[in-house]
């Protein structure tokens, strides 16, 4: 279908501070993104409209913006050296619109979504790392993490609102070695995913009917171990 294709950009701009001595370490990092997504695409040819086709128009603008900041300070805990960390992470995306049309040709027939988000999230978190022995190293962290979404929805107004969600994610590392320039770790934490801001205030289908909202951050458990070495150069 020579009418299928589309368009897209993205521009990013970045900037980074950072002051150290010999047992303190702080960053401060901010950047803004512009994203833009025009897409015409069909997959299905006739299956879903025989007369029109299954053309559709995929539409996604958004700009983004944040800041990072942590400080990372060397210690001492008695005889055990001990590096703490402690962050802080904002970010805003401006979502102006995502929508998704039936189209022909490219002329729009239809609109299936047609909506706008704000969605701010703020991360804070703390790492406490403490080398026992020369061979034995443990790490602990703690992250918080919250969000806030503001959904506008101009196909179904009532799928439109604010909701807000927070977790807490804990994680533990212990390090064996290095032998021979080789060690040994496993580790274990949580973690999350989050789902779209669209269904966070979902409250009707697009025919109308009840529709339960999906969890906006979803937890995650993993663990694993493993070995890490530097004998092969």
């Known amino acids: 279908d020579p ?13 980074e501070w950072q002051h150290g001595n010999g047992r303190t370490l702080s960053k ?11 897409l015409i695409s069909n997959f299905t040819f006739f299956l879903d409209d025989p007369v029109h086709g299954d053309q559709r128009e995929q539409v996604d603008h958004r700009f983004v913006s944040g800041v990072r900041a942590f400080q990372k300070r060397q210690g001492r805990w008695g005889s055990h050296p001990v590096e703490n960390t402690v962050g802080v992470q904002l970010r805003n995306d401006d979502v102006t619109q995502i929508a998704l049309y039936h189209t022909e040709a490219r002329q729009r027939l239809g609109t299936w979504n047609d909506a706008s988000a ?16 020369p061979w034995l190293k443990t790490t602990l962290g703690l992250r ?30 212990v390090t064996l070695g290095p032998w021979r320039s080789t060690e040994f770790y ?13 269904g966070t205030t979902l409250k009707y289908d697009i025919n109308g009917n009840p529709a339960a909202p999906v969890t906006p951050l979803v937890r995650a458990t993993g663990a694993e171990a493993g070995v890490r070495t530097v004998t092969v150069r």
Do not use: C, M
């Open 28 to 38: 401060i990092q901010a950047f803004g993104l512009g994203y833009d997504l025009g």
């Open 118 to 133: 704000v969605v701010t999230s703020l991360g804070v978190y703390g790492e406490n790392q403490i080398e026992w022995t």
């Open 186 to 198: 496993v580790n274990a934490g949580s973690g999350f995913h989050s789902n779209s801001a669209l």
């Open 3 to 15: 009418t299928d294709g589309g368009h897209t950009y993205r521009y990013s701009v970045g900037g």
């Open 144 to 173: 918080a993490d919250g969000s806030r979404y503001d959904v506008t929805d101009r196909v179904d107004a009532r799928n439109g609102g604010t909701d807000t969600a927070g977790i807490i994610s804990p994680k533990g590392t």
